[in-house]
């Protein structure tokens, strides 16, 4: 069964492929994959692939000296990079020269190579093609895999959550198992849309405004958050430089950063995410969003029992979501950007949910990207006030725009 469902994501995959758009310069590409390690993060972006009508640019097209990646679309080249970064535990520079990508003359940029190779081999040889096997399987976060088990630590430590984190569903939809996991999944769908205060009174909500701090690195700075129905926000993030942006705009995403010029438009599942963050209405979009929904049990998060949903979308990757046991309110989010070698996760923990005219809002979420995390708490919400359409306008000049 996990085979039907992976062969369907390869599908999908090729039909990601075939709709992607490009609009990534290489050099604009490589500024924002900087930015987002050095610079704050900032909003809820994901890199990973384009859904859009127009014809995707191929990586050896936009990029120098490809040789193994070779027909995948030029935007998912950066993703996938972030992957084996992530995979090895490494930084770019672990086989990269800086300013000088395209350049062999580090080993293991080579052995790299001969690994993306392997991986391929191997998945063909024994998982169908699909990507069972990844970078992450034997590296998990080392450049040098680990062959011989660990002796038992003093204080045994707890399986970790990412362990699991990125199975795809099991079950199926032939199986009266399934059925009964597919009902209960619209079920805490449901309950979810009641607990956040029910569909008329999320429907009210027309506009709002956040001011609280962002923390992350031991560091706090003042955010402020704007949002209006349908799908447009933009979040400025208050550094000691000038201000950090995230925005989008009900159609297209874009990033700032002080010190830079112009903006880096979002590409791929970065979009994808931003118009899901945007979305003021989400818990009754939710159903919509997916062709398939599966419940999976329970997991503890923290202190709570979550119920675990999955939610397979069409040409998308699936989502996971975890529905507190006793309040029904989403209180954590995982979705994956795709890249050429594997999934990568984004994780999203929403907490302190507070009533405003009606409709619980978090006040506190935190998120998780295998290159960092931080965590807003908001301490001053207004809602359902005027908000002008052109704070979320794309800026032409070469100036990011200023909060008020
Ligand atoms: C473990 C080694 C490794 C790491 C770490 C790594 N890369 Fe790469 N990178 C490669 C390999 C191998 C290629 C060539 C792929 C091919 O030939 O198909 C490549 C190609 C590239 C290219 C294309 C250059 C050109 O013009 O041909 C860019 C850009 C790039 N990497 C950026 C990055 C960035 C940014 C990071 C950090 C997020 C990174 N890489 C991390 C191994 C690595
Ligand atoms: C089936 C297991 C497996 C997979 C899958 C795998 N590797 Fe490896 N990799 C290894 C082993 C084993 C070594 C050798 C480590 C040593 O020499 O100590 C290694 C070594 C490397 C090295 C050299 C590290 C160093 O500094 O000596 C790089 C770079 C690397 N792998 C990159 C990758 C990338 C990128 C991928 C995914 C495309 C990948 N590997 C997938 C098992 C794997």
Same mark, same amino acid.
């Given at each position: 069964?996990?085979?039907?469902?992976?062969?369907?994501?390869?599908?999908?995959?090729?039909?990601?492929?075939?709709?992607?758009?490009?609009?990534?310069?290489?050099?604009?590409? /490589?500024?924002?994959?900087?930015?987002?390690?050095?610079? $704050?993060?900032? #909003?809820? !972006?994901?890199?990973? =692939?384009?859904?859009? %009508?127009?014809?995707?640019?191929?990586?050896?097209?936009?990029?120098?000296?490809?040789?193994?990646?070779?027909?995948?679309?030029?935007?998912?080249?950066?993703?996938?990079?972030?992957?084996?970064?992530?995979?090895?535990?490494?930084?770019?520079?672990?086989?990269?020269?800086?300013?000088?990508?395209?350049?062999?003359?580090?080993?293991?940029?080579?052995?790299?190579?001969?690994?993306?190779?392997?991986?391929?081999?191997?998945?063909?040889?024994?998982?169908?093609?699909?990507?069972?096997?990844?970078?992450?399987?034997?590296?998990?976060?080392?450049?040098?895999?680990?062959?011989?088990?660990?002796?038992?630590?003093?204080?045994?430590?707890? /399986?970790?959550?990412?362990?699991?984190?990125?199975?795809? $569903?099991?079950? #199926?939809? !032939?199986?009266?198992? =399934?059925?009964?996991? %597919?009902?209960?999944?619209?079920?805490?769908?449901?309950?979810?849309?009641?607990?956040?205060?029910?569909?008329?009174?999320?429907?009210?909500?027309?506009?709002?405004?956040?001011?609280?701090?962002?923390?992350?690195?031991?560091?706090?700075?003042?955010?402020?958050?704007?949002?209006?129905?349908?799908?447009?926000?933009?979040?400025?993030?208050?550094?000691?430089?000038?201000?950090?942006?995230?925005?989008?705009?009900?159609?297209?995403?874009?990033?700032?950063?002080?010190?830079?010029?112009?903006?880096?438009?979002?590409?791929?599942?970065?979009?994808?995410?931003?118009?899901?963050?945007?979305?003021?209405?989400?818990?009754?979009?939710?159903?919509?969003?997916?062709?398939?929904?599966?419940?999976?049990?329970?997991?503890?998060?923290?202190?709570?029992?979550?119920?675990?949903?999955?939610?397979?979308?069409?040409?998308?990757?699936?989502?996971?979501?975890?529905?507190?046991?006793?309040?029904?309110?989403?209180?954590?989010?995982?979705?994956?950007?795709?890249?050429?070698?594997?999934?990568?996760?984004?994780?999203?923990?929403?907490?302190?949910?507070?009533?405003?005219?009606?409709?619980?809002?978090?006040?506190?979420?935190?998120?998780?990207?295998?290159?960092?995390?931080?965590?807003?708490?908001?301490?001053?919400?207004?809602?359902?006030?005027?908000?002008?359409?052109?704070?979320?306008?794309?800026?032409?000049?070469?100036?990011?725009?200023?909060?008020?």
């Amino acid at each position: 069964m996990r085979r039907h469902i992976m062969r369907k994501q390869s599908k999908n995959a090729k039909l990601v492929f075939l709709l992607a758009v490009l609009f990534f310069f290489a050099a604009v590409g /490589l500024v924002g994959v900087q930015a987002q390690s050095s610079a $704050p993060p900032h #909003g809820g !972006a994901t890199p990973g =692939a384009a859904v859009e %009508s127009g014809t995707p640019k191929k990586a050896e097209q936009q990029f120098k000296n490809i040789q193994v990646l070779k027909g995948i679309p030029a935007e998912q080249l950066i993703p996938t990079m972030e992957f084996i970064r992530a995979s090895l535990g490494v930084g770019c520079e672990y086989c990269h020269e800086h300013d000088a990508f395209d350049k062999d003359d580090k080993e293991p940029k080579k052995k790299a190579r001969k690994m993306m190779e392997m991986m391929i081999t191997i998945n063909q040889e024994n998982f169908n093609g699909q990507r069972m096997v990844t970078c992450n399987s034997c590296h998990n976060g080392n450049p040098k895999p680990q062959s011989i088990p660990s002796v038992m630590p003093e204080t045994p430590k707890e /399986l970790a959550a990412g362990n699991t984190m990125m199975l795809p $569903p099991v079950g #199926g939809a !032939a199986s009266g198992e =399934a059925k009964g996991n %597919s009902e209960m999944a619209q079920q805490l769908l449901d309950k979810y849309v009641q607990a956040s205060g029910g569909a008329a009174a999320i429907e009210k909500v027309s506009s709002r405004i956040m001011k609280g701090t962002i923390n992350f690195g031991g560091k706090s700075l003042p955010i402020e958050i704007f949002a209006k129905d349908p799908d447009q926000r933009i979040s400025f993030t208050h550094m000691p430089e000038g201000d950090s942006v995230t925005a989008f705009n009900g159609h297209e995403g874009w990033l700032a950063a002080p010190g830079r010029p112009g903006v880096r438009p979002m590409q791929g599942s970065e979009v994808d995410a931003a118009s899901m963050d945007a979305d003021l209405h989400l818990p009754i979009h939710l159903k919509a969003m997916f062709s398939e929904l599966q419940a999976q049990g329970t997991e503890k998060i923290g202190d709570a029992k979550a119920y675990v949903v999955v939610g397979m979308r069409e040409g998308k990757t699936p989502m996971r979501l975890f529905f507190d046991e006793q309040s029904g309110l989403l209180i954590r989010l995982v979705r994956f950007g795709d890249t050429a070698l594997g999934w990568l996760p984004t994780e999203i923990d929403y907490a302190d949910y507070r009533e405003n005219d009606g409709v619980k809002v978090p006040y506190r979420w935190t998120l998780a990207r295998p290159g960092g995390r931080f965590t807003i708490q908001v301490s001053e919400t207004k809602q359902n006030v005027p908000v002008d359409d052109a704070k979320f306008a794309k800026p032409v000049a070469e100036e990011p725009p200023k909060a008020p």
